[in-house]
């Protein structure tokens, strides 16, 4: 029997100071550029920005989703097939000044199917997995496991409560793969055995990346904040007094 292999789709995002050089931009908001670096990559990590409205910018992982997105692998008529992919691509992140990242988060769909025959193997899994670093300090994390299914799962992971500023790198790593191993089925004459094939497929559609950033109040913004509510205590002091 063949050694199992377990496919897993991983996207591990990474953000952490540093490679400004050697990087164009790809896409621009009033909050913040998103930039693509060919550095160590399988691609050139090509992402189209959907939406930007409220300060909340929906691009699309194009690059990536074409990646790990696996044709069907069938073993009818033979003894074994499969895939392996692995894709790396980096983005630089960087924050307008007077703005910060509060969340990130990655959605999408996952189509799978596989047909086991009696006899048979098939190994196909999904596994998501989001991280966030500065330097070595880590900043968040998140993790979402499919094992086989046939029909349709969701890709969803958050991360929120952040506060980034300046520039950031993301980095994402995929992988997909899949195997699948006909069922052995004897000649009853005694001649050459026949292969009942196994099939799989993995598929990805709709991957998402979602920045969401909220301005930094102004400094003068704080003082008038502070003078307003200094001045209603002030006012309300003297009302009791009188």
Do not use: C
């Not at 994402?172 to 004897?186: L, R, T, W």
Request: aromatic share 10%; no cysteine.
């Amino acid at each position: 029997m063949a050694t199992r292999i377990f496919g897993p789709l991983i996207f591990a995002l990474a953000l952490s100071p540093g490679l400004a050089l050697a990087m164009t931009p790809t896409i621009t908001t009033p909050s913040f550029t998103l930039r693509g670096t060919p550095m160590w990559d399988d691609g050139d990590g090509y992402a189209t920005l959907l939406s930007y409205a409220d300060n909340v910018a929906s691009i699309a992982l194009i690059d990536i989703q074409a990646a790990v997105s696996l044709g069907m692998a069938d073993s009818t008529g033979m003894l074994e097939g499969g895939r392996w992919v692995t894709y790396t691509t980096t983005y630089g992140l960087d924050v307008a000044p007077g703005y910060r990242v509060t969340s990130i988060s990655i959605t999408g769909i996952a189509e799978g199917y596989f047909n086991q025959p009696p006899g048979g193997y098939v190994d196909q899994a999904q596994y998501t997995y989001l991280s966030g670093y500065r330097g070595f300090e880590p900043l968040y994390g998140g993790a979402s496991h499919l094992g086989m299914f046939n029909g349709e799962r969701e890709i969803s992971i958050y991360a929120g409560g952040l506060a980034l500023t300046g520039f950031s790198t993301m980095h994402f790593n995929a992988q997909a793969g899949n195997q699948v191993i006909s069922a052995v089925v004897p000649d009853p004459e005694g001649g050459p055995p026949s292969y009942a094939g196994a099939q799989a497929s993995m598929l990805v559609r709709d991957l998402t990346l979602r920045i969401e950033v909220q301005p930094v109040p102004e400094p003068s913004t704080w003082l008038m904040f502070s003078g307003g509510v200094a001045a209603l205590a002030l006012a309300r002091t003297l009302k009791k007094r009188r």
